[in-house]
């Protein structure tokens, strides 16, 4: 017979991570200029407050709100197109 150990409470559980905590980073002038030249639609979307599916969708759409790149099937997104739409070039 093994020694049982004690579960945490469920109900503080449930409340440890909530919708209200943001899971994408803080994106400041800096850490955006950090990113280099280019960046992925993806990570291009979390900077402008939007998310992945509707990046794709509006990328496809050609109505992404800054220029992209088109290599292969993939989509690239110029650093310096986002730092101007948010004025801070």
Request: hydrophobic share 40%; glycine share 8%.
């Amino acid at each position: 017979m093994t020694d049982a150990v004690p579960m945490d409470d469920p109900e503080e559980t449930i409340g440890r991570d909530t919708a209200t905590e943001p899971t994408d980073p803080a994106w400041t002038i800096e850490s955006i200029r950090g990113l280099g030249m280019t960046t992925d639609v993806e990570t291009a979307a979390s900077i402008l407050g939007f998310g992945r599916t509707k990046a794709y969708e509006l990328a496809k759409s050609g109505d992404f709100p800054v220029r992209l790149l088109r290599i292969g099937r993939r989509y690239v997104v110029p650093v310096p197109a986002i730092l101007r739409l948010l004025g801070a070039e």
